[in-house]
């Protein structure tokens, strides 16, 4: 996991590191509310593009 100066890095130096970080979901799983610590590329953006783990039919059925 990232600490803060290596996600304030990836910010800064618009690095593109990928960093485990809390964000509201949009979908992901299938949620609209709430939020998840998820594994995302990170850059002087902010998030490019969140990294989605593969979730077991128990794990998304939990998730719900």
């Known amino acids: 996991e990232a ?3 290596e996600l304030a890095d990836a ?3 618009n690095l593109g590191r ?3 970080v809390s964000l509201v979901l949009a979908g992901e799983y299938g949620a609209r509310e709430g ?5 995302a ?3 002087s953006s ?3 593009r969140v990294l ?3 979730l077991s039919a128990a794990e998304r ?3 719900r």
Request: aromatic fraction near 4%; proline fraction near 8%; glycine fraction near 8%.
């Open 35 to 39: 939020a998840l610590s998820l594994p």
């Open 3 to 5: 600490d803060c100066s």
């Open 46 to 48: 902010g998030v490019r």
């Open 11 to 13: 910010v800064h130096m």
């Open 52 to 54: 989605l783990p593969e």
């Open 41 to 43: 590329v990170v850059g």
């Open 61 to 63: 059925e939990a998730f």
């Open 18 to 20: 990928v960093c485990c």
